[in-house]
């Protein structure tokens, strides 16, 4: 059996195929490639209509590109594993009316806070009397705002605003309110409203209490910041609090809670991969029975260095164990109302990378225009769509 798969990914089914080869004799065989090698590669087979592989574990924003290679999975989606899942892993799985892929895990940002600074007696009092409330992990925009603006002193920012990636800004459109995120199914274009601008408002407001550099702040960067202590709070994928390195001056200091809510509550961008069998494999039944296998026993990837699953079951059997504690506010955000997939749009990365994230680029910068930029963005991704 050869599965195609993320390099970072192949820890989160290492297990599973190590399970699956003692119960079946089957010998599972994973090649790793770059996230945007696999791409290439799935993509360049599934057109040429011969592939090298059997399964591939595929990111969700690319199954409405590889839709017509990928073999339906309707039969595997009982009502007991759509129970067992979470609402935008059912919707991002099921493209044109078929399930193209199980998932296999899932991820979404939650908020990692310093414990001891938010714990500490001289700030709770010191916080209290400027701005009138208890010092707690913020829940709401308002008190991300506060604490940010309050731990901006003496060397510490607050937080750091990401302006060289998209998802946090596509999580403040939902907690906005936004119902379809930059797309709706029709192909309009939602840029431009009035919850997009609430979002980007909220968005850019931070820039106050962010570490210098927005525009050229990404993931890597704002958990370095926080990992040497530069930054009291940060959003970020829930992976991250088993990966705080031992060495680091937040190890055993750092608290994590459910995404922060706006005005439409709480609301994060979920991040699943799927496993999927190519049309052009000869290996269909055995393919199927393979994922059929690592959905039931999903949870040996939550073991991983990744730390990762997919099943809400799985998800409950270890977040009150020691090492976990971010599997609970994970599923508080996964299971919010106001937590919607990214569109299914064939062209979605092309809007991220030529209209998101240079609108985002040009927003964290003095003297910008929000509304102005929104709205250049619409048009770019009207664009795109034509």
């Known amino acids: 059996m050869t599965v195609l798969v993320e390099a970072g990914g192949h820890g989160e089914l290492q297990p599973i195929a190590d399970r699956y080869k003692k119960e079946t004799g089957t010998k599972v065989q994973f090649v790793e490639l770059p996230y945007d090698g696999l791409y290439n590669r799935v993509n360049s087979e599934l057109n040429s209509g011969s592939v090298s592989f059997d399964v591939a574990a595929l990111d969700a924003i690319w199954l409405p590109t590889f839709k017509e290679g990928l073999t339906p999975l309707n039969s595997l989606f009982t009502e007991d594993v759509e129970k067992d899942l979470f609402p935008a892993e059912l919707q991002e799985g099921k493209i044109g009316g078929d399930y193209v892929g199980m998932p296999a895990w899932t991820n979404t940002e939650i908020l990692y806070y310093r414990k001891d600074l938010l714990d500490d007696p001289a700030n709770k009092t010191a916080f209290k009397e400027k701005y009138g409330y208890d010092l707690t992990p913020p829940t709401t925009w308002e008190q991300y705002q506060d604490e940010a603006e309050f731990f901006t002193k003496d ?18 459109l939902s907690q906005a309110g936004e119902k379809d995120m930059v797309v709706d199914d029709k192909g309009n274009v ?49 992976h991250a609090y088993r990966q705080i390195p031992e060495d680091s001056k937040v190890s055993g200091k750092v608290g994590v809670a459910p995404m922060i809510a706006g005005p439409a509550g709480v609301a994060g961008v979920p991040g699943p991969y799927y496993l999927s069998v190519p049309k052009a494999s000869p290996n269909q039944d055995a393919a199927e029975e393979f994922i059929k296998f690592a959905y039931e026993h999903n949870d040996l990837s939550a073991t991983t260095d990744l730390g990762l699953a997919a099943r809400v079951s799985a998800f409950e059997k270890y977040q009150d164990k020691p090492g976990y504690e971010a599997f609970t506010p994970m599923v508080e955000t996964l299971q919010a109302e106001g937590t919607i997939p990214r569109p299914s749009n064939p062209k979605w990365q092309q809007i991220v990378d030529n209209a998101l994230v240079p609108m985002l680029q040009q927003a964290v910068r003095p003297g910008a225009d929000n509304q102005q930029l929104l709205d250049q963005a619409k048009s770019k991704v009207e664009d795109i769509l034509k």
């Open 155 to 172: 060397g510490m920012y607050g937080t750091a605003t990401k302006g060289a990636v998209e998802t946090e800004y596509l999580a403040a």
């Open 190 to 238: 939602t840029l431009g409203d009035a919850a997009s601008l609430k979002a980007l408002d909220f968005y850019t407001s931070m820039l106050k209490s962010s570490a210098p550099g927005a525009a050229q702040t990404d993931w890597a960067a704002a958990q370095n910041l926080f990992y040497q202590g530069k930054t009291a709070l940060m959003l970020f994928w829930g």
